[in-house]
C-alpha cells in the first residue's frame, strides 16, 4: 500500500483545498479515508488532514500546503510493499524536520534531519528498543505515521470515521505526470538472445 | 724386453681367467638367489591362497546363510566379464559352477568395480590432481628410505596413469559413474563454499524471506517446475537452430530434467547453484538417455555446471543488482506483480488495485495490497512484501496472527535475478565453454 497523509494547522479548508488543486466532489457521500482517491477531514486543534493513496506527492503538497499558514505542517508517505516510510515537519512554512525509514539501511533505521521535536526522539527510542527486543518485526516502519498522529490526531490503521469528504483534482492542480516506465528488460532480453543465436551461427564449425 | 712382454701378457692372461672364474661364481650365486626368491614367493603365494580360501569361505556362509535371496546365482554371472583384462590389473578369471569360486569371483569383481569408482571420483573431485599428490606422498616415503625423489615421482605417477587406464579399460562403467559422482561433489562443495562468498560480494543477493510468507502451494511447485522444464526445451530448440539439426529424444528430455531441477534449485537462493545444478544434470540426463556415459561425461558435466554456475550466477546478480536499485514506488510495483503471478498460477483472480481497509477482529485495520476472488467468491487478503530488508508491521503480525486467509508474499531481488538468470543460463549454448564432444545419439558406453 501507498499513502500520503497531510496535516495543516491553523488554516480554512478551502484555503489548503485550492493550494492542493483540490475540491470536495459535489453531491458525494461522505466516507472512510481510503475510500476515494483524495479524502480530507478536520480534527480537534485545527487541524485538516487531506489523504490519498495514490496522487499526492510529499515533498511538493506538503510545501504548498505548509506555505498556506502560519502554525505547523506536517506529513508522512508509506509504502508498505518495500516497507519505506518518511515524515516532514514544516513550521511558517520552513522545513524543519524529517524522519526516514529505509528498512535496507541497518545503520540508520530511522534517519533523522533539522531540529527534532521531543516527540520524534520519544518515538524513535521506543521502536528502535522495541525492534531490538523483537526480531522480524518492522516497529520503525510506523514512526512517521505515529508523528503525524501525535500532532493531528490522526492514526491512519485505527481510523473509523466515516465522515471523510470526498475530494477531487482540479483543473489548476498541478499535472505531475509520473515518469515514463522505461521497460527495458524486454528489448535488452530479445537483443541478447538474438545476439546469441546469431553468435552460434557465426561460431558453426 | 722381450722377456718382460713375456711375463706381462702371462700376468693379463692370469687376470681374465681370474674375472671369467668370479663372473661363473656370480652368476651361479644369482641363480641360487633366484631359486630362493621363487621359493619363497611360492611359499608367500601359498599362504595368501589359504587365507584367501578361509576369508571367502566365511563368506559364502554369510552369503549363503544370510543373502541367499538377494544374490544372483553364482552360475548367472559367468557372462558377466568380457573385456581383455590388462596385465596391470588383476585378471578376472570366468566363474566357475562351483558356488565357492563363484562368490570369490563376485567379490574380486565388486571390489574391483568399487575401487575403480572411487579412483575414478578421485581423479574427477580432484580434478586429477589427487595421482599426482598420492605419487608424490609415496616419493616422500621413497626419499626417506634413500631413494632419489625424482625418479621415484615418475614411477608412481607411471603406476598412477596405468592403474586409470586399465580401470578406463576394464571397469569403464564404474569408473565413469565414480567420475560423474565426483563432479557431483566438486560441484556441491564448491557451490558450499562459493555461493556464501558470491552473495557476500553482491549485497543485492542477500535477503531472506520473512517467516510469515507463504509456502508454494503444489500448483506453484508444478508451474515452476513446467517453467524450468520449458525453458530446457527452448534452449534445446535453440541449440537445434543454431547447429541446424533436430535434437534427440534424449537431448530434450536431458534439457527438461535440467532446466526442471535447476528451477527448482533457485526457489531456494542461490541463482549460481541452481546454474550449476541444471548443468550438471542437463548434461548427465543426456548423455544416459542419449546411450549411457561415457568417458568424457565426466568432463563434460563438470564444464556445463561451470558454464552454468557462471552464466546463472553473472545475469542473477545483475539483475539482483537493478530491482535492489530500484525507486522505492517501482519496488512496490514489482512485489505486487509477484504476487499477481501467484495468484494466477493458483487460479485465483486479483481485485482492483486500490486499497481497502479491514477490520481486525483485535482492533485496527490492515489495508491488504491486494484481494483474491474464486467463482466471485472472496478467498485471501494478501500482503505483498518486496525488498532484502522487508519485515512485517506490527499490524500487520496481528493481521497473520487474527486473519485465517491472510497471506504473505515476500519476494526479494534475487529472485527476480534468478527468474531471468536461470533460464539464460539453460538457453545459452554452452559450446563456447565444453571441450568434451557430446556422446553421439545411439552410442553406447565403452
Keep these: 500500500m501507498r499513502a500520503t497523509l497531510i496535516g495543516v494547522q491553523g488554516v480554512e479548508l478551502e484555503v489548503v483545498l485550492a493550494a492542493l488543486g483540490l475540491e470536495p466532489i459535489p453531491g458525494a457521500p461522505t466516507g472512510d479515508w481510503v475510500d476515494c482517491d483524495y479524502s480530507c477531514r478536520t480534527f480537534p486543534g485545527g487541524w485538516i488532514v487531506v489523504t490519498s493513496q495514490l496522487n499526492l506527492d510529499l515533498a511538493t503538497d506538503l510545501e504548498l500546503a505548509a506555505s498556506t499558514t502560519d502554525q505547523m505542517a506536517v506529513g508522512c508517505e508509506m509504502y508498505s510493499i518495500p516497507m519505506h516510510s518518511y515524515a516532514h515537519g514544516y513550521r511558517n512554512g520552513q522545513l524543519e524536520w524529517s524522519v526516514t525509514h529505509d528498512p535496507d539501511d541497518e545503520a540508520r533505521p530511522l534517519a533523522v534531519e533539522g531540529t527534532l521535536p521531543a516527540i520524534v526522539a520519544e518515538l524513535r527510542a521506543k521502536a528502535l528498543k522495541a525492534q531490538a527486543d523483537e526480531d522480524g518485526v518492522d516497529f520503525a516502519f510506523d514512526v512517521p505515521m505515529q508523528l503525524v498522529a501525535h500532532y493531528t490526531g490522526f492514526v491512519y490503521d485505527e481510523d473509523e470515521a466515516t465522515d471523510w469528504v470526498r475530494l477531487r483534482a482540479t483543473a489548476a492542480r498541478p499535472v505531475r505526470p509520473e515518469r515514463p516506465r522505461r521497460n527495458l528488460w524486454w528489448p535488452l532480453l530479445l537483443i541478447g538472445l538474438l545476439f546469441l543465436v546469431l553468435w552460434r551461427w557465426w561460431t558453426i564449425p | 724386453m722381450r722377456q718382460f ?140 628410505q634413500g631413494d632419489d625423489f625424482g625418479a621415484s615421482y615418475q614411477k608412481r605417477m607411471a603406476q598412477e596413469r596405468a592403474r586409470d587406464a586399465a580401470d578406463a579399460q576394464n571397469f569403464a562403467a564404474a569408473r565413469t559413474t565414480g567420475q560423474v559422482l565426483g563432479v557431483g561433489g566438486q560441484v556441491l562443495v564448491t557451490g558450499a563454499l562459493l555461493g556464501p562468498w558470491g552473495a557476500a560480494l553482491v549485497p543485492a543477493a542477500q535477503g531472506v524471506r520473512i517467516g510469515q510468507t507463504a509456502p508454494l502451494i503444489l500448483r506453484e511447485t508444478a508451474a515452476l517446475a513446467g517453467a524450468g522444464g520449458a525453458a530446457g526445451v527452448i534452449g534445446q530448440a535453440i541449440d537445434d537452430v543454431a547447429h541446424w539439426k533436430v535434437g534427440t529424444p534424449g537431448d530434450y528430455g536431458g534439457a527438461i530434467v535440467g532446466g526442471t531441477l535447476g528451477a527448482l534449485a533457485a526457489w531456494r537462493g542461490n541463482v549460481a547453484r541452481a546454474g550449476a545444478a541444471a548443468g550438471l544434470t542437463e548434461s548427465v540426463a543426456q548423455d544416459t538417455l542419449n546411450g549411457g556415459l561415457n568417458a568424457q561425461s565426466a568432463a563434460r558435466a563438470r564444464e556445463t555446471a561451470a558454464a552454468g554456475a557462471t552464466v546463472a550466477g553473472l545475469v542473477g546478480a545483475s539483475v539482483a543488482k537493478h530491482m535492489d ?53 472472496p478467498q485471501q487478503l494478501i500482503e505483498s512484501k518486496f525488498g532484502r530488508k522487508a519485515h512485517l508491521s506490527p499490524r500487520q503480525i496481528q493481521a497473520t496472527i487474527e486473519l485465517n486467509n491472510y497471506r504473505v508474499d515476500h519476494s526479494v531481488p534475487r529472485d527476480i535475478g534468478a527468474a531471468l538468470g536461470l533460464p539464460i543460463s539453460v538457453i545459452f549454448p554452452w559450446d563456447w565453454a565444453t571441450t568434451q564432444p557430446q556422446l553421439e545419439p545411439g552410442a553406447t558406453a565403452p
Excluded at chain 2, 49 to 77: D, F, Y
Excluded at chain 2, 102 to 115: D, F, I, N, V
Excluded at chain 2, 328 to 354: D, L, Q
Design chain 2, 325 to 377: 536499485g530500484l525507486p522505492i514506488k517501482a519496488k512496490g510495483v514489482m512485489g505486487e506483480r509477484v504476487s499477481r503471478v501467484r495468484n494466477f498460477v493458483r487460479g485465483h483472480k486479483t481485485g482492483p488495485t486500490k486499497k481497502t481497509a479491514h477490520k481486525l477482529p483485535g482492533g485496527g485495520h490492515t489495508f491488504p495490497d491486494l484481494r483474491t476472488y474464486k467463482n466471485g467468491l
Design chain 2, 5 to 144: 712382454q713375456d711375463a706381462l701378457r702371462r700376468g693379463a692372461g692370469d687376470m681374465k681367467s681370474w674375472i671369467a672364474a668370479r663372473e661363473v661364481e656370480l652368476q651361479r650365486g644369482l641363480q641360487r638367489s633366484e631359486q630362493a626368491l621363487d621359493t619363497y614367493r611360492r611359499g608367500v603365494e601359498r599362504a595368501a591362497q589359504s587365507a584367501q580360501s578361509a576369508l571367502v569361505s566365511k563368506a559364502e556362509q554369510l552369503i549363503e546363510t544370510g543373502a541367499s535371496r538377494i544374490l544372483p546365482r553364482p552360475a548367472a554371472r559367468s557372462t558377466a566379464v568380457s573385456k581383455p583384462p590388462s596385465p596391470s590389473t588383476p585378471t578376472r578369471k570366468p566363474a566357475s559352477a562351483q558356488p565357492g569360486q563363484a562368490a570369490q569371483g563376485w567379490l574380486q569383481e565388486a571390489t574391483a568395480q568399487t575401487a575403480a569408482a572411487a579412483r575414478g571420483a578421485q581423479d574427477a573431485f580432484t580434478l586429477g590432481l589427487g595421482d599426482q599428490a598420492y605419487a608424490g606422498l609415496g616419493a616422500v616415503g621413497d626419499v626417506l
